[in-house]
């Protein structure tokens, strides 16, 4: 009987043990089964290595929720949450992510073709939604402060203009694209990267160099191009609000879901600040009152052969308005308190066809209206401009060797305002642009890992004429694709837009000049790069170092000797932007990234002095010396994380007027920001942090605020200073903090 006992009470309790216990197997694999990887559940000491095949097993787990951690060398960590059921088996399949999988994303800037990053024979630099999220951003502007080679320019501290510059050249000859279409042009390309919200982007594609062998016109320093979300591939559901210390509220919502075989994603964001701030004491607000609401519709269709086939519409309304502290809507347009207000509304519509041919060829269409009411002080200021554009590409792989590429387009802009810019007697061109272009292209696959790409461009258009852009593109990598050598040569032109260069004097603190009928501005432009992808103990380097060379046969330099104007005139003399950017991130075994980058410029432009001697000019608001850093570290088991983000800028020349009591040129700064980040298993993240924690703010931006109408400039006024806002280069904003939320529903 005692014998029956003990079986039965060690029956029961093996029965009890096992309803406590549960068993977790699975298998880690990228391309292939990875052997010795290492996986752990976090916070015990259930700890285990990947056989041959990948598997691996836990038994005898109590029951409850753990966080798997599964690393192996050369790849990226994986972690997630699972739950251990009493006498059941967990199972989980985990996909390993190569470090160097960047090379394997997907990129359209360089040739017009969805290529792999690896394959593309020019350097693309990609930028995911992930790598922004490190200093989360509200619209691109402010995201584009965090890519090296990149300088976020303000032009115009009172109403918020600002432009970014690439490789030291003024944001002028940068050209910006969605979805591959040059959406920003002229008047809206003079501050509408602020009205870009980040919810609709999914990454953004950065070319540095001379493209307008496939790009026409404005794409001289290089090509920003802004993808956005592909509805069958987004979350189904995301939303994102912040709030930071200035009181300025942003809120993101995205919908993406399919209709038979529709894909649909709808996106409405908004930013509204209606607070005064003015922390450097000047009597002007540091930041404008600002509303602004954005739309965006995209949908894409299921076709035979995957076929490409979307249309989208995006639409704007923004109400901006900064100036004196007291300055009142009501008074926009009197003397009394100065302001400077923008109210905007912005729509453009657009589709991507593949068209149903045995070729692959795709058309483009683009059709954008922005209408502009302000006011700059007294002066009213009302515009329009509407854009079109149309372009056809067939590619064709001829032969084993060779891969062409062949299109046509056409581009039309038609500007008008009421203050004389759009008058050709005036500024030299009229209100109607017309640009033509075909263009080819060859890429030839050498042997022993050898391309080469060969393009030409001609553009007709009825202001400067016929142009021709050449360029030539070789590029070489090792048979592990570990290490690449690039190197290009091309040229690019620009149509002068003198609303978009001199949009500071629309304040009326300064008159337009135009000697003579401007020229298009065409430049030649080299540069090479060698990159590598180190492998290490304890993670994996990738660093890159580019070196440019850009010489301008025509440069326009906005004047701003003169303090009551700003003079333009060709330079046939010529302008040089050379130098060479730096670029390495490390990511380790364990959650930890660093990443950090410079680029260093020289840009200078020939000019005759009174005495008739050729030396040079330095263009203002370029410095010569710009870096960027960021550090991100993972807490695994809280999943908490933490983010150092910044940059380091120096000296620039600023525009001064004569015998001005400011410096010259800006100091040395930096803008410093750090976040913490709460990431949570149903999918919400909730961060906070500081942006400009050392607290930078720029000294006397405003030349006399306290007479923006020139009433009293005869009375104490020896120097004959005049109310200008040109000498600002970066906000007045000051630290502040900042807190938000993100959702997504896969």
Request: aromatic content about 12%; some cysteine; charged content about 20%.
């Amino acid at each position: 009987m005692k014998g029956i006992s003990i079986g039965c009470f060690l029956f029961f309790r093996t029965i009890l043990y096992a309803q406590s216990v549960g068993e977790l197997n699975g298998n880690v694999y990228s391309t292939s089964p990875l052997h010795k990887a290492s996986i752990a559940l976090l916070k015990t000491s259930f700890t285990a290595t990947s056989d041959s095949n990948g598997n691996f097993i836990f038994e005898n787990i109590p029951v409850g929720k753990y966080q798997l951690r599964v690393s192996y060398v050369g790849y990226e960590n994986f972690q997630q949450s699972i739950e251990i059921k009493a006498g059941s088996a967990t199972i989980v399949n985990v996909s390993l992510t190569p470090f160097n999988s960047h090379l394997k994303e997907i990129v359209v800037t360089g040739t017009l073709k969805d290529v792999k990053k690896s394959e593309s024979v020019t350097p693309v630099e990609v930028y995911t939604e992930k790598f922004f999220q490190h200093n989360p951003s509200s619209n691109v502007y402010d995201a584009l402060k965090n890519v090296n080679g990149v300088f976020a320019d303000v032009d115009n501290g009172v109403s918020n203009t600002t432009d970014v510059q690439l490789n030291g050249l003024e944001g002028n000859y940068t050209m910006i694209l969605i979805d591959g279409v040059p959406a920003m042009n002229g008047l809206a390309g003079t501050y509408a990267l602020n009205s870009i919200p980040m919810s609709i982007i999914d990454r953004v594609e950065v070319l540095k160099g001379a493209s307008s062998t496939i790009y026409g016109s404005d794409a001289i320093s290089g090509v920003i191009n802004i993808k956005t979300k592909n509805p069958s591939n987004a979350p189904r559901f995301s939303c994102s609000v912040s709030l930071n210390s200035m009181l300025t509220a942003n809120a993101d919502f995205t919908l993406a879901f399919k209709i038979k075989k529709a894909n649909g994603l709808i996106s409405i964001s908004g930013e509204s600040n209606n607070y005064r701030w003015d922390l450097n004491g000047d009597n002007f607000m540091d930041v404008p009152l600002t509303n602004r609401v954005n739309f965006f519709n995209k949908w894409s269709f299921d076709r035979e052969e995957n076929r490409v086939a979307d249309i989208y519409a995006r639409y704007l309304f923004e109400d901006r308005i900064g100036g004196e502290m007291r300055s009142l809507k009501e008074l926009r347009t009197s003397n009394i308190y100065y302001s400077e207000a923008i109210r905007t509304h912005q729509w453009q519509v657009g589709t991507h066809y593949q068209l149903p041919v045995r070729e692959k060829v795709m058309l483009q269409l683009d059709f954008s209206e922005h209408r502009q009411h302000a006011n700059y002080g007294t002066n009213i200021f009302d515009g329009l401009q509407r854009n079109g554009f149309s372009q056809l590409l067939w590619s064709k792989k001829i032969d084993a060797v060779n891969e062409l590429l062949l299109g046509v387009s056409y581009r039309i802009s038609y500007y008008s305002d009421n203050t004389g810019l759009s008058i050709d007697s005036i500024s030299g061109h009229g209100k109607l642009l017309h640009i033509a272009g075909v263009f080819m292209e060859d890429e030839l696959s050498l042997p022993n890992n050898n391309q080469l790409l060969i393009g030409a461009r001609f553009d007709y258009n009825n202001q400067s004429g016929p142009i021709f852009t050449p360029r030539v593109n070789y590029k070489w990598h090792s048979n592990d694709e570990l290490n690449t050598i690039r190197v290009g040569l091309g040229t690019g032109y620009r149509v002068p837009n003198l609303l978009n260069e001199g949009f500071a004097a629309l304040n009326g603190s300064r008159l337009i000049m135009v000697k003579e009928k401007l020229d298009a501005e065409v430049a030649v432009n080299t540069n090479a790069s060698y990159s590598r992808v180190q492998k290490l103990t304890g993670g994996i380097l990738n660093a890159e170092i580019n070196g440019f060379y850009t010489y301008f046969f025509n440069f326009i330099n906005p004047d701003f000797s003169e303090p009551e104007l700003i003079i333009y005139k060709n330079n046939e003399l010529g302008a040089m932007a050379a130098g060479f950017s730096v670029n390495a991130d490390l990511t380790f075994n364990y959650p930890l990234k660093i990443g950090v980058g410079f680029t260093y410029s020289n840009v200078f432009a020939k000019e005759r002095n009174e005495d008739g001697e050729i030396e040079r000019e330095i263009p203002t608001h370029s410095p010569p010396f710009v870096a960027n850093f960021f550090l991100s570290y993972t807490f695994p088991a809280p999943q908490l994380s933490i983010d150092w983000t910044g940059n380091v800028v120096s000296p620039m020349l600023l525009s001064t007027v004569p015998n001005d009591f400011r410096p010259s040129h800006s100091p040395w700064f930096t803008i410093q920001n750090i976040q913490l980040t709460k990431k949570f298993t149903s999918g919400i993240e909730i961060y906070a942090g500081v942006k400009n924690f050392f607290n930078f703010i720029q000294k006397e931006p405003i030349l006399r605020p306290f007479d923006p109408y020139n009433k009293n400039t005869s009375v104490g006024n020896p120097n004959n200073y005049r109310f200008d806002t040109t000498y600002g280069f970066t906000s007045t904003e000051g630290i502040k903090g900042f807190i938000g939320l993100r959702y997504s529903l896969q």
